[in-house]
């Protein structure tokens, strides 16, 4: 049709219309298929029933991979939780029984394992016996949670898994399940250095966002901050952004805690957890202890220094 004919915008219209409809249709069968499989899942205990399974609606990959017994599993990776399983098939219903705890996306961690590396898990009860006799194992990575603390279910998974073939790998190798991080506060170490520490320890990459801070009279001077204070929740920083805005953190030590379970470093115990927390209070007792002497001057602040 041709421009200017009254016919144009009309025909426009409808392949808005028509293309929006093919996008709801395709929305809802994916929904549909990830109910079909939801429906079919059977747990062997309640924590594997992680409370993100039900809200699923849509399925990003999934497949057979091998575990390191050479056992089948069917693996789905469902929008926010990567779920495993074994395939039972009984009176012509097939169904599907996890295997193992099923891990959110938020803390899922995978890492390619180099055809040929030597593991432990490879080599006990391992794909080189079971799979591919006395040839060292071929198209394995390993998926685990990050978080030694899941909301959930306090376990932790760490799961090999050996694909098909090297394409079948990269499959799911490609999929970017890894989170984004930006940390916002001013540019000036304070409440958000040991937060910059925990990202670079972990080697995790992150947004370092600063503010530009300036004193002027006595005053800090921070126009951009000013502007923006009023979009953040308690309007201070630091504030952590994870996803892209999908969640914010604010609280320095809310930040430092998420941030240490999130990365290992925070033991791997609810014992330990405690003994590493006592010590970062312990610093802010000694910190608090500082910033009282500093307005009272040079010789509380020797005293602060001299002191137990
Ligand atoms: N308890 C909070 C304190 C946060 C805080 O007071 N941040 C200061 C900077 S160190 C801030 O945002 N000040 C800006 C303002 O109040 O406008 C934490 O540890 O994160």
Redesign the pocket.
Known sequence: TKDGHEDKRILLDTINIVEELINDVSQATSAQLCWNVIARLVYTNDEQKHLLIEKQTRILCQGELKNNRGHKLYVFLFDEILVFTRIATRNGIKSYQLTNYPIPVLSLLVEDIEDGVKIPELSSGSFSRTLAGSKPARNVFRCSSLSSIDNNNSRNTSILLQARDMYDKQQWLNLDMSSSYKLT??AGR??AETSRMLFKAAGQEFEDYRYPITMKDGQFN?PE??AD?SK?T??????LEIDGGKHTI??????ERFLARRFNMLGSNDVEAAIIEAAGEQIGDVKQAYNKAKPEGADAVKKFFEGD
Not at 234 to 239: D, F, G, N, S
Not at 250 to 255: E, F, L, M, T, V
């Open positions: 506060y001013f304070g409440l921070r901050w000013d204070k953040y308690y309007e201070k920083i630091p504030v604010a609280q320095s030590k809310a930040i």
